[in-house]
């Protein structure tokens, strides 16, 4: 079955650590992929996206995802992390076209210390 | 333009009871979607729609009954609650690859 794993249950950094998580999807063709990011008592709202193209994507707030597709993976990166970065930050992954499904992942806490 | 909305917020059930989850989109999406969250499972799929008139069952569809007779409304139905459907519950649309969510729906099944 296809899936997205996410490596890190609660990562814990200081303000202006980098950040670095991981997430890796089941093969399956072509894919489109998401980081979205719930902070506390609020609903998911997409950080970034890819679908084609430069396998490194921009998205909001100065974060950052790799492609990479021959390890499945598509990490999320931010150069200096603040504290209002606290938030559970989930990876997801559609496979096929615009109406492929969302698989998410477990989800990583994110604490951030000031 | 409110995107998409879902009531209520917060409801708690007795076990064995039914109740409609409601959600309503003003996008003209034509995909929408039920997950529900879980601490440390992340969002599972319950059920979706391609449009009106056509619905099918995700990752957890047990318990759960959806129907879609307009574009814009979407309502999850617990048939008889029970504890284990215990969860946050978010709604869904999609236009080509982009999901929208609404705010949720914390139930809590006593």
């Known amino acids: 079955a296809q899936s997205v794993s996410q490596h890190n249950h609660h990562v814990i950094l200081s303000e202006a650590a980098s950040l670095e998580l991981g997430c890796n999807y089941s093969?399956?063709?072509?894919?489109?992929l998401f980081w979205y990011v719930q902070y506390p008592g609020q609903h998911l709202q997409l950080l970034l996206k890819y679908f084609s193209g430069d396998p490194l994507v921009k998205g909001i707030k100065g974060f950052e995802a790799e492609f990479i597709k021959s390890k499945f993976s598509f990490n999320l990166r931010k150069p200096s992390v603040q504290w209002s970065d606290t938030a559970e930050y989930f990876c997801a992954v559609s496979y096929g076209g615009s109406q492929g499904n969302l698989i998410f992942g477990k989800g990583t806490k994110l604490s951030v210390k000031p | 333009n409110a995107g998409v909305t879902q009531t209520p917020k917060f409801q708690v059930l007795k076990t064995g009871q039914s109740m409609t989850l409601q959600c309503a989109q003003d996008?003209?999406?034509?995909?929408m979607s039920w997950y529900r969250q879980d601490p440390g499972m992340g969002l599972r799929l319950i059920h979706y729609?391609?449009?009106?008139?056509?619905?099918d069952q995700g990752e957890v569809p047990n318990g759960y009954n959806v129907s879609r007779s307009t574009t814009e409304d979407f309502p999850l139905r617990l048939l008889s609650a029970a504890p284990s459907q215990t969860s946050v519950y978010f709604c869904a649309s999609r236009k080509g690859f982009e999901a929208f969510f609404g705010q949720g729906t914390r139930l809590t099944v006593v």
């Open positions: 093969y399956g063709g072509t894919v489109n």
């Open positions: 729609s391609v449009g009106a008139g056509i619905t």
């Open positions: 996008m003209n999406h034509e995909y």
